[in-house]
């Protein structure tokens, strides 16, 4: 059990810039998400973390030992890898005992102790296979019994789901979840997909270039993005962002549409976020503007609309009953609550 | 012409050489085995005596007995300390390893040159009155200067033993390197993390994941260590008496200057045997499957 604080961390190889001086305090049993797209240091920040890489400067303290000049074994973390790095000479049984019979653990408590992980991650039948003959899935089962099986101060887990087909990523997301809300132990869990990082986070760092771009509660970073980075990774299908500017209180589209009421200071540029689901589609006439359909898409649960904005496409989301095919012209209204202005020099957001 | 019949032709002249320069010699050393096969007296290479030459060597002549034990401590030796030397290089300028490639470029120098070579520079370099380790090992420890290296058994053989540890040394360390390369890093790195030391991340994940690399250049240096001759020739030609006399060379010492061309073809064939199981032992591990 403890918190973790990185203090102007940094990763530089020669002129490249990995993690660039960042700090950041992750509480005691908190659950926090690195994501971001890939080579935006969030990797790296968890390996420094486990101290398989040493940093370049600045200190990392868990708990109240600052590890800098420890090696990993000295750590107290438990790791899950990308590729699992189960040990292929061993049966599942001793790739789980592992870290017990290396940390000294009285013999005879090794096999109610596997036994304990193996249920928990509902892998006892397979115990005395070797992980060839386990699926991937499975062989992800056993990474984790083999980090859950002592109790270490800091779970770390490195894009752990990415190497399962997108229906095993579903379930093995909520089990994850599960395991993690019961064991009660800080971990840094890093992770490319928006989605883990929404459902699984306490707080999700979000990485771009080596810089947290923003650090917050799922909540916070879909519904107050900071900036257009954050906006355009977070949400899927993907934030609309409309060029324009501001003028008398209105966003007026750079092709001239005057478009919606904004509380913001005029300004010659600025662009307007929007997500799909924060526009009601409505027949020709009856929204703020009219515009035609560029594809029609049933997704089953919604529809989605790409429409043509003057020179822009922008996507919508309308009723899952909602049929409509292309060229078809519909009225759009977008919800003034949740609409995001943002500066395109510094791509920061406006009146935040 | 049919695919299949054009498939036999193109392999043919490979076969043809290969059965002129290896099958054929060995069926004929084969026969010679069994003949009186002296090469200064006419018509002795078809004069056949049964299988006296094999029970000659068997009970009849210690030489005999005295070369199939040198050969086989030079190579137990020469096995074990080249593999472990060259374990410990490729740990160190493997990926990741703490020295890099320039050292691993200047390795491969010894493996470049011949062992007839390794055999002459060694020989100058233990001359007892103007030898690189006559000024070496005199001058850091004063009993040794002056003793004469290639004088003495016990210390004719360290030397024939030493060069051909340092000429082999290289290319296990590269095939070694290669080995290390195929380990995947997560599972040392995972050890690392679970809590094993340096040495138990080495002996409970590396080793094993390394197994079939290094039976592979064990197997392969038996081989090479069984039937070591030019280096012997050239740095001790068998001596000091017989001290390092290996198979081979007392299979060239009876066959080329005494003319016991019978003889030595069955003692040749007496080492094609430990050699055919060393052979089949590589095929299995250089070509099994998944």
Same mark, same amino acid.
């Given at each position: 059990?403890?918190? *973790?604080?990185? &203090?102007?961390?940094?990763?530089?190889?020669?002129?490249?810039?990995?993690?660039? %001086?960042?700090?950041?305090? *992750?509480?005691?049993?908190?659950?926090?998400?690195?994501?971001?797209?890939?080579?935006?240091?969030?990797?790296?920040?968890?390996?420094? *973390?486990?101290?398989?890489?040493?940093?370049?400067?600045?200190?990392?303290?868990?708990?109240?030992?600052? +590890?800098?000049?420890?090696?990993?074994?000295?750590?107290?973390?438990?790791?899950?890898?990308?590729?699992?790095?189960?040990?292929?000479?061993?049966?599942?049984?001793?790739?789980?005992?592992?870290?017990?019979?290396?940390?000294?653990?009285?013999?005879?408590?090794?096999?109610?102790? +596997?036994?304990?992980?193996?249920?928990?991650?509902?892998?006892?039948?397979?115990?005395?296979?070797?992980?060839?003959?386990?699926?991937?899935?499975?062989?992800?089962?056993?990474?984790?019994?083999?980090?859950?099986?002592?109790?270490?101060?800091?779970?770390?887990? @490195?894009?752990?789901?990415?190497?399962?087909?997108?229906?095993?990523?579903?379930?093995?997301?909520?089990?994850? &979840?599960?395991?993690?809300?019961?064991?009660?132990?800080?971990?840094?869990?890093?992770?490319?997909?928006?989605?883990?990082?929404?459902?699984?986070?306490?707080?999700?760092?979000?990485?771009?270039?080596?810089?947290? $771009?923003?650090?917050?509660?799922?909540?916070?970073?879909?519904?107050?993005?900071?900036?257009?980075?954050?906006?355009?990774? *977070?949400?899927?299908?993907?934030?609309?962002?409309?060029?324009?500017?501001?003028?008398?209180?209105?966003?007026?589209?750079?092709?001239?549409?005057?478009?919606?009421?904004?509380?913001?200071?005029?300004?010659?540029?600025?662009?307007?976020?929007?997500?799909?689901?924060?526009? $009601?589609?409505?027949?020709?006439?009856?929204?703020?503007? @009219?515009?035609?359909?560029?594809?029609?898409?049933?997704?089953?649960?919604?529809?989605?609309?790409?429409?043509?904005?003057?020179?822009?496409? +922008?996507?919508?989301?309308? %009723?899952?009953?909602?049929?409509?095919? $292309?060229? @078809?012209?519909?009225?759009?209204?977008?919800?003034?609550?949740?609409?995001?202005?943002?500066?395109?020099?510094?791509?920061?957001?406006?009146?935040? | 012409?049919?695919?299949?019949?054009?498939?036999?032709?193109? !392999?043919?002249?490979?076969?043809?050489? !290969?059965?002129?320069?290896?099958?054929?010699? =060995?069926?004929?050393?084969?026969?010679?085995?069994?003949? !009186? #096969?002296? =090469?200064?007296?006419?018509?002795?290479?078809?004069?056949?005596?049964?299988?006296?030459?094999?029970?000659?060597?068997?009970?009849?002549?210690?030489?005999?007995?005295?070369?199939?034990?040198?050969?086989?401590?030079?190579?137990?030796?020469?096995?074990? =300390?080249?593999?472990?030397?060259?374990?410990?290089?490729?740990?160190?300028?493997?990926?990741?390893? /703490?020295?890099?490639?320039?050292?691993?470029?200047?390795?491969?120098?010894?493996?470049?040159?011949?062992?007839?070579?390794?055999?002459?520079?060694?020989?100058?370099?233990?001359?007892?009155?103007?030898?690189?380790?006559?000024?070496?090992?005199?001058?850091?420890?004063?009993?040794?200067?002056? !003793?004469?290296?290639?004088?003495?058994?016990?210390?004719?053989?360290?030397?024939?033993?030493?060069?051909?540890?340092?000429?082999?040394?290289?290319?296990?360390?590269?095939?070694?390197?290669? #080995?290390?390369?195929?380990?995947?890093?997560?599972?040392?790195?995972?050890?690392?993390?679970?809590?094993?030391?340096?040495?138990?991340?080495?002996?409970?994940?590396?080793?094993?994941?390394?197994?079939?690399?290094?039976?592979?250049?064990?197997?392969? /240096?038996?081989?090479?260590?069984?039937?070591?001759?030019?280096?012997?020739?050239?740095?001790?030609?068998?001596?000091?008496?017989?001290?390092?006399?290996?198979?081979?060379?007392?299979?060239?010492?009876?066959?080329?200057?005494?003319?016991?061309?019978?003889?030595?073809?069955?003692?040749?064939?007496?080492?094609?045997?430990?050699?055919?199981? =060393?052979?089949?032992?590589?095929?299995?591990?250089?070509?099994? /499957?998944?």
């Amino acid at each position: 059990m403890a918190e *973790i604080k990185l &203090k102007n961390l940094t990763k530089r190889w020669g002129d490249f810039v990995g993690v660039d %001086d960042q700090s950041l305090d *992750i509480a005691d049993k908190e659950f926090l998400v690195l994501l971001g797209p890939s080579g935006c240091g969030k990797t790296t920040t968890m390996r420094m *973390i486990a101290g398989l890489e040493e940093p370049t400067g600045g200190e990392i303290w868990i708990g109240d030992r600052m +590890v800098n000049d420890d090696l990993p074994k000295d750590r107290d973390v438990a790791m899950v890898f990308q590729n699992y790095g189960l040990y292929p000479h061993m049966t599942i049984f001793e790739n789980i005992a592992y870290p017990l019979r290396v940390r000294g653990v009285d013999k005879a408590d090794i096999p109610e102790r +596997v036994q304990k992980a193996a249920e928990q991650v509902e892998l006892t039948q397979f115990l005395d296979r070797k992980p060839k003959a386990l699926s991937g899935g499975q062989r992800q089962r056993v990474a984790l019994a083999r980090a859950i099986v002592r109790t270490p101060k800091v779970f770390l887990m @490195d894009e752990p789901l990415s190497n399962l087909d997108a229906k095993l990523r579903v379930t093995m997301r909520a089990e994850l &979840k599960h395991l993690s809300r019961e064991l009660q132990i800080t971990t840094v869990y890093v992770t490319h997909d928006q989605i883990e990082a929404m459902t699984l986070a306490d707080r999700v760092a979000i990485m771009k270039h080596g810089v947290i $771009q923003q650090l917050g509660t799922p909540d916070d970073i879909y519904n107050d993005p900071a900036n257009l980075f954050v906006a355009g990774f *977070i949400g899927s299908p993907a934030m609309n962002l409309i060029n324009g500017s501001v003028q008398d209180g209105m966003f007026v589209t750079t092709g001239g549409t005057r478009l919606v009421k904004v509380n913001t200071p005029d300004r010659a540029a600025a662009i307007l976020g929007v997500r799909a689901d924060d526009m $009601q589609v409505h027949e020709q006439g009856q929204g703020d503007i @009219d515009v035609t359909i560029y594809a029609f898409e049933n997704t089953g649960e919604s529809t989605l609309l790409t429409v043509q904005w003057g020179k822009q496409r +922008v996507i919508a989301r309308g %009723d899952r009953h909602l049929r409509k095919d $292309q060229g @078809d012209v519909v009225g759009i209204s977008l919800n003034s609550d949740h609409l995001y202005l943002f500066d395109p020099e510094t791509e920061n957001r406006i009146g935040m | 012409m049919r695919d299949n019949t054009l498939k036999y032709l193109l !392999v043919l002249p490979a076969v043809v050489v !290969v059965f002129a320069t290896a099958i054929w010699p =060995l069926i004929e050393a084969a026969r010679l085995s069994f003949t !009186v #096969g002296r =090469l200064n007296r006419p018509g002795s290479l078809d004069q056949y005596i049964g299988w006296e030459n094999y029970t000659w060597a068997f009970f009849e002549e210690p030489a005999f007995w005295n070369s199939v034990y040198v050969t086989a401590l030079y190579t137990f030796l020469t096995v074990g =300390l080249t593999t472990l030397l060259a374990l410990g290089l490729a740990m160190l300028l493997a990926p990741g390893g /703490k020295l890099r490639s320039a050292a691993q470029t200047l390795l491969i120098l010894p493996f470049a040159m011949s062992p007839a070579l390794i055999g002459v520079s060694f020989r100058f370099m233990f001359n007892p009155e103007f030898g690189l380790f006559d000024a070496f090992f005199g001058a850091v420890f004063p009993p040794l200067a002056d !003793v004469s290296w290639l004088a003495n058994p016990n210390l004719a053989f360290a030397v024939v033993v030493m060069a051909d540890v340092w000429g082999w040394i290289p290319f296990l360390t590269l095939v070694l390197i290669g #080995g290390l390369a195929s380990v995947p890093r997560d599972t040392v790195e995972a050890a690392q993390v679970d809590g094993a030391s340096g040495w138990r991340v080495f002996r409970d994940v590396t080793l094993p994941q390394l197994g079939p690399v290094l039976a592979v250049v064990i197997i392969l /240096k038996s081989i090479f260590s069984l039937k070591t001759f030019d280096q012997v020739f050239m740095l001790t030609n068998g001596g000091p008496g017989t001290a390092t006399q290996t198979l081979s060379h007392y299979i060239y010492f009876n066959g080329m200057k005494y003319g016991q061309i019978g003889y030595s073809a069955s003692v040749a064939w007496l080492m094609v045997i430990p050699m055919i199981f =060393l052979t089949y032992a590589y095929a299995k591990f250089v070509f099994r /499957k998944g």
